[in-house]
């Protein structure tokens, strides 16, 4: 049972927007740390999407976005393309546990 | 161009003690700010974060495993280790290790550990 909730799986078609929600509490999303999110393709390395909440690395397109709002922090993927088909981690800072913790996950499905 | 390397037994067997090692370039460890951390991922399932230490030989340890990690570096050799005792069978998993910089930027490719007698 992870600190931060994620959705186990979400669906889009090509083209479409879906977002992924990231639920956690006053020790974390709450008391406004920083929430960082991932993509993995299976059997690969997680990469960096979005960093401190909605920035985007260099070569990251720009239909990937971050928000948060209260306790909960999402991430939106607009104009859905097959190869967004991957596995979705966010990451934020627990001050109750005194360390980072991840999302349970989230795999989207581009039908 | 940061790059990161783990490194050590694919598979231990129950109770042993697990010794990874991290080499990476591109950055170093003496930098104020920057950290190295070890994920790990059981086949299947989700990401777990595990330790991480900073350039100042701050530590910070997974509430859950604290007493069975140590974290340590070698600055001089661009180097991280991890230590895990007491492993079991449930600790196998591909274990990552990456670069902090505020947040985790660059991982390395992983490594699968399996523990089996």
């Known amino acids: 049972q992870s600190v931060l909730t994620q959705p186990p799986s979400v669906s889009g078609a090509p083209g479409q927007r879906v977002t992924i929600s990231c639920t956690g509490s006053s020790s974390n999303i709450g008391a406004d740390y920083d929430v960082h999110w991932y993509q993995q393709i299976p059997g690969k390395a997680p990469k960096l999407i979005i960093y401190d909440k909605n920035n985007r690395p260099s070569g990251v397109p720009d239909r990937f976005s971050g928000s948060t709002s209260g306790t909960s922090a999402s991430l939106a993927i607009s104009g859905l393309q097959a190869d967004d088909e991957a596995d979705y981690y966010c990451?934020?800072?627990?001050?109750?546990?005194?360390?980072?913790?991840f999302g349970g996950g989230t795999k989207l499905t581009v039908l | 161009q940061i790059t990161l390397k783990e490194s050590g037994p694919t598979l231990v067997k129950p109770t042993q003690t697990l010794t990874l090692t991290c080499t990476f370039s591109g950055f170093s460890l003496s930098t104020s700010g920057v950290g190295v951390g070890w994920i790990r991922q059981p086949p299947g399932k989700a990401l777990e974060w595990l330790a991480l230490i900073y350039w100042n030989d701050d530590k910070r340890y997974s509430p859950s495993l604290k007493s069975r990690l140590t974290i340590t570096k070698d600055t001089s050799k661009n180097q991280v280790v991890l230590t895990m005792t007491n492993m079991d069978p449930v600790d196998t998993a591909t274990y990552y290790c990456?670069?902090?910089?505020?947040?985790?930027?660059?991982w390395g490719q992983g490594t699968l550990v399996t523990v089996s007698s």
């Open positions: 990451l934020s800072y627990d001050s109750s546990l005194r360390g980072s913790v």
């Open positions: 990456a670069h902090y910089s505020g947040w985790i930027d660059y």
